[in-house]
């Protein structure tokens, strides 16, 4: 089931356009990561799909009504995590709770159990009564999440909610989204680390320059760009015979050597792995050997010709 | 009535725990009522031009009056957090429009800067001897002069969508108020227009003029004429304050 789309939408500001005729779909119960550089139109994309922005172009639904920046009974049924903190650090992390419960409308009881459950499920349970401005980055983190959950939201949309925060805090927060998702949460996810997204989620829109450059599950997209495999072997002699016998084998289309350590690229589908172990164990033996799969990282390289971890600069 | 009384009672904590608010509305004020007020007790004619106010007295209604009409800062500094930087996406995600918050806001800030007031009062009295005549008089006009400082600023920053120039409009105005009261230096009261000005012409001046004639006994009619058109003035800045929130906050 479709829970939201935007069809052909276009935004601009001053001079320069921010989404350029972008088409994407959200399935219920999915978490669908927005993946591209700073700059790509994520954030204005994801406002624009929330109702926080009005566009120029093309049509957007959620929970298939049409979506307009009026629409405050749609904002009930969505939960935003912003980029940035937002809680407040002179209140405590139940304070902030119910702040935000209570502005969604939610009365004791219910408050009072959703903030109990949602602080549990955040892990901040024995910090629920302590000023925020003493937490560290990853604890804000995890309440700003919070904040955005309190009310159940069926949708949650998630700008970059893991810039910089350690790495036990950012299993944390992934662990979570997977929790949510498996509970019946749909969730769109944007960031600009390709692990990140490799990691979580179903499906992955790569976007650049405003453009939606491809989408589809990690390996349909790592398919599209796949027209070559490596292989990296450590042999014992590494001679210039082994070379040549490694280059006759069906597939490959080169060798390259490094001391003891060979990269052997081979045609897409070679399937050719055991004739170069053969080869390679004939010749001294085989001290280690690892494949490489293409990553995010070298589709986004691919289709556009740039690096996604250097913000996209050319 | 949900959404007003849980931001109020959110901004509300959160400016009691703010260590400026309380050092800027409380403990600026407390050093300088003393301070001014033994400086200027010894000028020959002070007395005589005072009609029976002690110099204490007059120092603590004036430093009053001066902090609760600039109280609007903090308040605007939460709405400006709130609608206008960081936080504006969270707020305007939230399924409520944005005057709720900022009313339940405004509210916060007037609570404790009457608070404060009310505490610089007590403490003026006990400790430094002044004398306010009426308390009930000073809490009013504690009211009426926070209402409008918070419907200022708020009014500021909304006009301007800005912090920069909002706040110093607002300080402009609250300044331009004690000036034209005559409670930064002397105006020539003697002429009708500059009488008239130091005793109605602006929010410092009605504020005053209450608060002396209560101290002195004087009379209840002007008493409350002051405060009347005090809170007329909060009324009016109230309603350009509502369509200003409708227009630019939608």
């Given amino acids: 089931m479709k829970i939201a789309a935007m069809r052909d939408v276009v935004k601009r500001y001053e001079g320069t356009i921010a989404l350029d005729h972008v088409d994407l779909e959200l399935q219920k119960g999915e978490i669908l990561g ?46 935003l995590v912003t980029q940035e903190i937002t809680i407040f650090e002179d ?77 036990q805090s950012r299993n944390h927060i992934l662990s979570a989204v997977r929790a949510l998702r498996d509970a019946g949460t749909t969730i769109l996810y944007t960031t600009h680390y390709m692990e990140e997204a490799q990691a979580i989620a179903d499906r992955i829109v790569i976007m650049d320059l405003g453009h939606v450059i491809a989408q589809g599950t990690v390996d349909e ?37 490094q001391g003891a350590r060979l990269t ?20 001294g033996g085989v001290r280690s050997i690892m494949a490489e799969k293409p990553t995010l990282e070298d589709v986004f390289l691919a289709l556009t010709g740039k690096s996604l971890r250097d913000g996209g600069e050319k | 009535m949900n959404g007003y009384w849980i931001t109020a009672r959110m901004a509300f904590l959160r400016l009691l725990r703010n260590p400026t608010t309380m050092l800027v509305q409380l403990g600026v004020p407390l050093i300088l009522i003393p301070i001014l007020g033994y400086s200027f007790s010894g000028i020959p004619g002070i007395d005589a031009f005072l009609k029976g106010t002690s110099v204490m007295t007059f120092m603590a209604m004036v430093i009053i009056i001066m902090f609760q009409l600039f109280s609007g800062g903090f308040m605007m500094t939460y709405v400006n957090e709130a609608y206008f930087t960081f936080r504006k996406w969270r ?90 009261g005559g409670m930064i230096f002397p105006l020539p009261v003697d002429k009708p227009f500059f009488h008239f000005l130091t005793t109605y012409g602006t929010p410092a001046s009605l504020a005053k003029t209450a608060l002396l004639d209560a101290a002195r006994g004087g009379s209840t009619s002007e ?27 939608a």
């Fill in chain 2, 223 to 249: 008493i409350a004429l002051c405060v009347g058109v005090l809170f007329l003035g909060a009324a009016v800045f109230g309603l350009l304050v509502f369509l200003f929130a409708r227009r630019r906050l």
């Fill in chain 1, 91 to 167: 209140l405590t992390a139940r304070e902030n709770l119910q702040f935000f419960a209570g502005l969604y409308g939610i009365k004791d009881p219910v408050r009072r159990d959703r903030i109990r459950d949602t602080l549990e499920f955040v892990g901040l349970t024995e910090h629920a009564d302590k000023l925020t401005r003493k937490f560290s980055g990853g604890m804000k983190r995890r309440l700003n999440i919070a904040c955005a959950l309190v009310h159940k939201p069926e949708l949650l949309v998630m700008d970059e909610p893991t810039v910089g925060i350690d790495p």
């Fill in chain 2, 91 to 180: 707020m305007r995600m939230l399924p409520c429009h944005p005057s709720v918050v900022v009313f339940g806001t405004l509210l916060a800030g007037l609570a404790v800067s009457v608070l404060q007031g009310a505490a610089l009062a007590g403490l003026a009295t006990l400790v430094l001897g002044a004398r306010f005549g009426s308390f009930g008089v000073v809490l009013l006009v504690l009211l009426g002069l926070s209402l409008f400082a918070q419907l200022l600023g708020t009014l500021m920053l909304l006009g301007f969508r800005s912090y920069g120039p909002a706040f110093a409009m607002t300080w402009i105005v609250a300044y331009g108020s004690c000036m034209l």
């Fill in chain 1, 221 to 257: 997209l790592i398919e599209r760009i796949q027209y070559e495999e490596r292989v990296l072997l450590e042999v014992g002699d590494p001679s210039p015979r082994l070379m040549e016998d490694l280059r006759r084998v069906a597939g490959v289309k080169e060798v390259q050597a």
């Fill in chain 1, 264 to 283: 052997i690229v081979s045609q897409a589908g070679a399937e050719n792995l055991n004739q170069l172990i053969a080869c390679a164990q004939s010749s």
């Fill in chain 1, 34 to 79: 927005l993946l591209g550089p700073n700059g790509a139109g994520k954030t204005t994309a994801i406002h624009a799909l929330v109702g926080l922005l009005p566009v120029d172009g093309g049509a957007i639904e959620l929970f298939e009504q049409r979506q307009h920046t009026g629409a405050m009974g749609l904002r009930r049924r969505v939960g």
